[in-house]
């Protein structure tokens, strides 16, 4: 993965998600669209729910680094070349549920 295609194929699109889904909240807000935010249990505010989820959007960065991917595509294409065996989830199954109360 080269530098523009880490810039293009996640860096942007994500920032770009990001904005939109602030922005959406930021719309509740603004035009006071904001009950279903809420469980309506006893004490919640909904206006207060909604702008919260708008901070948590503003402070949320879901931009994933260029190393990290790299080596996540290095281990997609070591278990499609069969380098690293997989242990099916139905194994571990059987095995936890041959355990005894051992645990």
Same mark, same amino acid.
């Given at each position: 993965?080269?530098?523009?295609?880490?810039?293009?194929?996640?860096?942007?699109?994500?920032?770009?998600?990001?904005?939109?889904?602030?922005?959406?909240?930021?719309?509740?807000?603004? *035009?006071? @669209?904001?009950? #279903?935010?809420?469980?309506?249990?006893?004490? +919640?505010?909904?206006?207060?729910?909604?702008? %919260?989820?708008?901070?948590?959007?503003?402070?949320?960065?879901?931009?994933?680094?260029?190393?990290?991917?790299?080596? *996540?595509? @290095?281990?997609? #294409?070591?278990?499609?070349?069969?380098?690293? +065996?997989?242990?099916?989830?139905?194994?571990? %199954?059987?095995?936890?549920?041959?355990?005894?109360?051992?645990?």
């Amino acid at each position: 993965m080269n530098v523009a295609s880490y810039y293009l194929e996640h860096v942007i699109p994500t920032g770009i998600d990001t904005f939109r889904a602030a922005f959406r909240v930021w719309c509740d807000l603004i *035009l006071d @669209r904001y009950e #279903d935010y809420s469980l309506q249990i006893a004490g +919640e505010d909904p206006y207060t729910e909604c702008r %919260e989820w708008f901070w948590h959007y503003l402070n949320t960065d879901q931009t994933l680094s260029k190393h990290f991917l790299e080596d *996540l595509q @290095r281990l997609v #294409d070591q278990i499609d070349e069969g380098e690293i +065996e997989l242990i099916p989830f139905s194994s571990i %199954e059987t095995m936890l549920e041959s355990l005894d109360g051992d645990v």
